[in-house]
C-alpha cells in the first residue's frame, strides 16, 4: 500500500487473522505437532522499533485470541 489514508486496517486485521486462524486448523486437522513462529520485522530495525513492532504483534495474536498457538522470534542482539 502506498498509504495508511485509503486502507480499512480493522478488515486487513482481521483477514490476517482469520488466515492465522486457518493455519491453526490445518496444523490440528494434519496432526503437525510443531510450533508456529512470527518474526515481527519487515527489515533490521533498531532496538526500538524493534520492541514496538514486537509489542503490536503480541497485542495483536492476544486480540484474536491467537497467542496459545504462536510464539514470537525475537533477536537478543
Given at each position: 500500500?502506498?498509504?495508511l489514508?485509503?486502507?480499512?486496517?480493522?478488515?486487513?486485521?482481521?483477514h490476517?487473522?482469520?488466515?492465522?486462524?486457518?493455519?491453526?486448523?490445518?496444523?490440528?486437522?494434519?496432526?503437525?505437532?510443531?510450533?508456529?513462529?512470527?518474526?515481527?520485522?519487515?527489515?533490521?530495525?533498531?532496538?526500538?522499533?524493534?520492541?514496538?513492532?514486537?509489542?503490536?504483534?503480541?497485542?495483536?495474536?492476544?486480540?484474536?485470541?491467537?497467542?496459545?498457538?504462536?510464539?514470537?522470534?525475537?533477536?537478543?542482539?
Amino acid at each position: 500500500y502506498m498509504t495508511l489514508l485509503n486502507t480499512d486496517m480493522k478488515r486487513e486485521q482481521e483477514h490476517l487473522a482469520k488466515f492465522l486462524h486457518l493455519a491453526v486448523q490445518h496444523k490440528k486437522a494434519i496432526g503437525f505437532k510443531g510450533q508456529f513462529y512470527i518474526e515481527p520485522k519487515p527489515k533490521e530495525p533498531t532496538k526500538h522499533q524493534y520492541d514496538s513492532d514486537s509489542a503490536a504483534c503480541l497485542n495483536f495474536l492476544r486480540e484474536y485470541d491467537l497467542l496459545p498457538h504462536f510464539k514470537l522470534n525475537i533477536e537478543t542482539n
